[in-house]
């Protein structure tokens, strides 16, 4: 069956970084955008980045721009998401969204002042 399962998170001092990745199972990987979303603690689930499905195109939400890198490899079927200059303000569960609107379970991203 589908299955997404994010790996990566952890606490991280401010400044540092970080990378999560996201394994896919179940369908064809490399037919499909794949995004990154986030959920802070208190707040509404936003999109954080996007992916086309050959990595050829990417978008990302204003407030990481520069910041964090989506990216791929479909030989692996794993989404990355490398995430630079943290700050406390990115501190959140990071989700990746696949297909048919299925989501992993996410992992938790903390970063310490």
């Known amino acids: 069956q589908l299955q997404l399962v994010e790996s990566g998170g952890g606490l991280v001092q401010a400044g540092g970084s970080l990378r999560v990745s996201c394994k896919a199972s179940?369908?064809?990987?490399?037919?499909?955008?794949m995004t990154w979303y986030r959920q802070a603690p208190g707040k509404e689930r936003e999109l954080v980045a996007a992916?086309?499905?050959?990595?050829?195109?990417?978008n990302y939400a204003d407030s990481v721009k520069g910041r964090f890198t989506i990216s791929r490899d479909n030989a692996k079927n794993t989404v990355y998401l490398q995430i630079n200059s943290l700050k406390p303000e990115d501190t959140a569960v990071y989700y990746c969204?696949?297909?048919?609107?299925?989501w992993g379970q996410g992992t938790q991203v903390t970063v310490s002042s």
């Open positions: 992916i086309t499905s050959a990595g050829g195109n990417t």
């Open positions: 969204k696949g297909p048919f609107n299925f």
């Open positions: 179940g369908f064809t990987f490399g037919s499909y955008t």
